[in-house]
């Protein structure tokens, strides 16, 4: 082991043995270099003559650039051009930390780590595969998930997904949870994700209060957990009585066996999906600012190992965007646009007559809905036809069709269930 990653696992370990404990051996392991041509280079920072870094430089100490790509971005080079990070750059890391506390009021006098910026959402999870899943590892989801955790956490890190039923009484299972996170094996890894991926559907706050509580139990009872929140969709919930905050809130000093992991970013939020910028972020009770620090420089050696670092300019553009006195009110008309079209499918679905084919599961929130198909019918089989007969296009997924209200106009919704409508009664025919 190198003794930069031994120095970090010591102050984990002194301070907070759950942490470490839950450490894979990867993330036991890794580390960001402090020595070396990293070391190096932060030390020959300000000198006249500088030929350390991998990067090319202009006669008068700008970075260099080609005048045809330059000319498309009105940044200063500086902020577009060079490396970041792997830490992520420091002011956008402040920034969507201060963030985090205002969208979430239930985390005031709570600690948390100075979030590592990852490649998006995907890349964080990955990361965060990195840092605490060992080949053989379970992590729980619902039956209803992002398939994309297949690819992230099984066949890059030989986790096994075990499913837990999403919903119940047309609410969220919080008893099919409970039961896997109270199963055999004392280290727990458990994906929540609200809205969620595929059903967009966020918990109410009661139901939010009995996910925590259900968390809770199982460290009070000694499982070891690591309780990951994907927030993907954070902030676009349309309905009242769900809840609002990430229940990152209420797991983020929940008990001292339950390490809380945050992945987000501004790519649903924002609208910035090709940007690839996203945040990791931790939270513990009895947090500690030596052990934040270890697990911020164990992350950013994953990330520097794996991808080098985020992209600069869309760090720069997205800061100037938080810091812009129109932001908000930009990102009030988006919402006011979302939740029309979440309006047009609630109103849409008030037809009797779909129900002879197929039922919306719950959704109040995110970018999408599902159907479940009458018993027998093939969802695959209603998207081929949906096709080529509608010119419709869903996701299949066994006997649920899902469906991305967020990329049709409201003024089509009606014409698209319709469409699933007809091409149920063709397939039935």
Not at 76 to 101: N, T
Not at 148 to 168: D, E, P, Q, R, W
Not at 309 to 328: G, K, R, T
Request: charged share 25%; hydrophobic share 40%; net charge negative.
């Amino acid at each position: 082991m190198n003794p930069q990653a031994k120095e970090l696992n010591d102050i984990i370990q002194a301070k907070s043995p759950v942490v470490f404990d839950l450490l894979s051996e990867k993330g036991k392991n890794i580390f960001f270099p402090k020595k070396g041509i990293l070391g190096q280079t932060a030390e020959a920072k300000g000198t006249r003559i500088n030929a350390t870094i991998g990067a090319a430089i202009e006669d008068d100490n700008s970075p260099m650039r080609l005048p045809s790509i330059e000319k498309n971005i009105n940044l200063d080079p500086s902020l577009v051009f060079p490396y970041a990070p792997s830490f992520g750059r420091p002011d956008i890391r402040k920034k969507w930390k201060e963030m985090i506390y205002e969208k979430n009021p239930g985390l005031k006098g709570k600690s948390l780590s100075l979030p590592v910026v990852t490649n998006a959402l995907t890349h964080g999870i990955s990361m965060m595969g990195y840092m605490f899943v060992n080949d053989g590892d379970e992590v729980i989801v619902p039956d209803l998930f992002w398939g994309n955790y297949n690819l992230i956490l099984t066949n890059a890190y030989g986790a096994k997904l075990v499913k837990f039923n999403t919903f119940k009484n047309n609410g969220f299972d919080v008893d099919a949870l409970k039961e896997q996170l109270l199963s055999a094996g004392e280290k727990k890894i458990v994906i929540l994700n609200f809205p969620n991926n595929p059903t967009g559907y966020t918990p109410t706050f009661a139901e939010i209060d009995a996910i925590i509580a259900a968390v809770k139990e199982a460290a009070e009872v000694g499982k070891k957990i690591v309780a990951v929140t994907d927030d993907a969709y954070f902030g676009l919930v349309y309905e009242d009585g769900v809840a609002t905050e990430s229940v990152f809130t209420g797991l983020a000093d929940l008990h001292e066996n339950v390490l809380a992991v945050k992945v987000d970013g501004p790519t649903k939020e924002d609208y910035v999906w090709g940007f690839r910028v996203g945040f990791i972020s931790y939270g513990y009770k009895g947090a500690d600012e030596a052990v934040f620090g270890a697990l911020e420089s164990k992350t950013a050696g994953a990330v520097r190992g794996n991808i080098s670092n985020a992209a600069n300019i869309s760090q720069s553009l997205l800061l100037h965007a938080f810091e812009s006195p129109d932001y908000q009110a930009e990102k009030a008309r988006k919402f006011d646009l979302m939740k029309k079209r979440y309006d047009a499918v609630t109103e849409a679905l008030k037809e009797e007559k779909y129900k002879t084919y197929f039922n919306a599961l719950p959704f109040n929130s995110g970018y999408f809905m599902c159907v479940k198909l009458r018993e027998g019918m093939e969802a695959e089989k209603v998207r081929q036809i949906l096709i080529e007969k509608y010119s419709i296009g869903l996701i299949a997924l066994g006997d649920i069709l899902r469906i991305a209200f967020s990329a049709v106009a409201a003024g089509d919704i009606k014409t698209m269930f319709e469409g699933i409508y007809n091409a149920c009664t063709d397939a039935d025919a």
